[in-house]
DNA sequence: GCCGTTTTCGGCCCGACTGTTTTCAGTCG
């Protein structure tokens, strides 16, 4: 079992304690050991069978049990202790907003519901705002959010697909098994519905023997790998605790990249390149790639665009037509993939720092010099420190005098390690009015300045393109943190209309965030290729509260900037030196 | 449920907003 899908059940289990009314720092208990045990790579299995998990912080005499039983047989009977207790579905429910846990046990209570459809039902029937405490507002508030809801059910974040797929190959390959992840998260689809990888059949040995002997799957027997087999698909399929799929396609080496291409798709991709394999002479199935009834040898994928006169297309730009079109080298003889400029995206490599991350002066649960550290083992040449300056009582924000001490520790931090330069910064909140929280005197002294909406998210005036236009213009700001504000499958954000921020941005030279984190991916693809349409630049960030989210860069360069097709030179961060970063220069 | 003790229990993420109340519970950032 994955670290990711440990995580998970332990905030399930945390969930269902909540609907069930305990304490809410239980609850926040299996909270925390979850986000614990997803960022912090343990040697587990080695851990249970020591006795060493109470040494993880967070992890006690009461949670110690629950968690070796997990690891060690991939079920919890405490979990399903908790499901006779409370329906799956209810879960579901707390997704919802205006659904908290009191709401979704009366609303189970009273009126049966016991999941989304459920749920869906009784909106329609006006049976909500009958009960205490609810009313009209609530009712539409939930209609609303449960559409939202709808896209996402069954999908899962690439920001945990892609890791447990990278895992799961890389422990095939200590086996001498070769794994090649495909499908939508090969795609870097923002979510996906199920978790594919294609693995190569080994000679002499049965999938399901191949699979029992690199022992991937601990809980599962032969027997039951035998049953999970469909020979139709040539695949076996699992039940994840993440309530999608986990699909393991066999095939053999001569076939591997033929059906790597299918099983990646999109479909109408495919179906174009079997086109233009047509029409060079070829034939491209889904178990072969041919040329008169014989098996081609391309060698691998690449090879198999050459041989068709094209550009390798990225995976994560398969499923936009028109890039299509460009990958085809008419006339073209000899090296394609020299030829190729045009795929020529923005690319972690050309990353050069990171312009928006929190530390514990906020609500990050790292100091200064974590960050910086990690920013240099990722070879950063700049970090920026952006804390909050909020009014918001949550987050313990920063004011002037507070925002002064920072900036002593950033230059101690500095002078500590000269290869990394550390730049001052501040994440201030745009106020209602569009004003910002910060006085205009204080952010003209930080090297940048990320201004972002947190209040009034809901827009209630209607002003939230007039607020973003008015701090594109403040001549201190220089990036605008998650523009629509949406969190994937709880709040859509504000995606329409965004065009005067767009074109403002574009006309200021005032950057727009591409969020990397992967409950954001903020600007979303499709507004990240109609801000560049409209000439903007932009700052793909992190937005990290915790070293190790550093390194999720990749989702925002992966699965919004590149699928929108952004060049390296219209990406703040992707230049060489911190000045060249920042609008004011230093 | 965990942690850190002043070692056996109290603190841990606070407070505005909303819609529903008739004095506030629940949600949310």
């Known amino acids: 079992m994955d670290r990711r899908e440990i995580a998970h059940v332990m905030r399930t289990m945390g969930a269902l304690l909540e609907i069930k009314g305990e304490d809410s720092f239980k609850v926040r208990a299996y909270e925390k050991a979850a986000e614990r045990l997803a960022y912090h790579d343990y040697d587990l299995p080695a851990m249970a069978r020591e006795g060493r998990l109470v040494e ?19 079920r919890s009977s405490f979990l399903e202790r908790l499901f006779q207790e409370v329906p799956e579905g209810l879960l579901d429910l707390l997704r919802v907003p205006g659904i908290g846990p009191k709401t979704a046990r009366l609303l189970h209570e009273s009126l049966g519901v016991a999941g989304l459809q459920d749920l869906k039902v009784a909106l329609q029937e006006h049976r909500v705002q009958s009960l205490p405490g609810l009313g009209k507002k609530r009712e539409e508030l939930m209609e609303k959010g ?12 690439i920001g945990i697909a892609l890791p447990v ?67 139709k698909d040539r695949a076996f399929a699992f039940r994840t ?52 009834d014989r098996l081609v040898d391309a060698g691998d994928e690449t090879g198999i665009f050459g041989l068709l006169d094209m550009c390798f297309v990225p995976p994560e730009a398969r499923h936009r037509p028109e890039l299509i079109g460009l990958a085809y080298l008419e006339g073209g003889e000899g090296e394609p993939q020299e030829g190729c400029e045009r795929f020529d995206f923005v690319s972690t490599g050309d990353i050069k720092g990171d312009l928006h991350v929190h530390t514990s002066w906020s609500d990050g649960v790292a100091g200064i010099e974590d960050m910086v550290q990690k920013a240099r083992s990722l070879g950063y040449s700049y970090l920026a420190i952006t804390d909050h300056a909020t009014d918001l009582k949550l987050i313990r924000g920063l004011t002037p005098e507070r925002l002064e001490a920072q900036l002593a520790e950033i230059r101690d931090v500095s002078r500590k390690y000269p290869d990394v330069r550390v730049l001052t910064g501040v994440e201030v909140d745009i106020l209602k009015d569009g004003q910002l929280y910060l006085p205009d005197d204080l952010l003209s002294r930080l090297d940048l300045v990320v201004a972002s909406v ?49 074109e403002a941005a574009a006309a200021s030279g005032t950057a727009l965030e591409i969020n990397s984190s992967p409950q954001r991916l903020d600007l979303p693809e499709e507004l990240a290729a109609a801000a560049l349409e409209a000439g903007a630049t932009f700052a793909i960030c992190t937005d990290a509260h915790s070293p190790e989210i550093l390194e999720d860069m990749r989702f925002g360069v992966y699965a919004s900037a590149r699928r929108a097709g952004i060049p390296r030179d219209k990406v703040l961060n992707a230049r060489e030196r911190p000045q060249e970063a920042m609008k004011k220069g230093s």
Do not use: C
């Not at 005499?61 to 991939?74: A, S, V, W």
């Not at 991937?216 to 469909?230: G, H, K, T, V, Y």
């Open 56 to 74: 993880i912080p967070g992890i006690g005499k009461n949670l110690e049990p629950k968690l070796r039983e997990l690891i060690q047989t991939g």
């Open 146 to 157: 449960l559409r939202e809801i709808e896209r996402y059910s069954g999908r899962l974040s």
């Open 165 to 231: 797929l990278e895992n799961l190959v890389g422990a095939l390959s200590l086996h001498g098994v070769r794994g090649e992840i495909v499908g939508e998260t090969r795609r870097y689809e923002e979510t996906v519905a199920s978790l594919d990888v294609l693995m190569q059949e080994v000679g002499g040995e049965s999938p399901a023997s191949t699979l029992a002997r690199t022992a991937i799957l601990p809980s599962a027997s032969q027997s039951s790998l035998e049953q999970a087999w469909d020979p």
């Open 241 to 292: 605790s993440f309530g999608v799929a986990l699909r393991l396609h066999f095939e053999d080496e001569q076939a591997f990249w033929a059906r790597a291409i299918s099983l990646t798709g999109p479909a109408s991709f495919v179906e174009s390149l079997a086109k233009r394999a047509k029409k060079k002479g070829y034939r491209l199935e889904e178990r072969g790639f041919y040329q008169s």
């Open 454 to 502: 947190h209040q009034d998210i809901g827009d209630a005036k209607g002003e939230l393109v007039n607020r973003l236009v008015k701090a594109v213009a403040n001549p201190n700001v220089d990036l605008i943190g998650h523009p629509t504000g949406r969190l994937i499958g709880r709040r859509p954000g504000h995606q329409a209309g965004l065009g005067p921020v767009f």
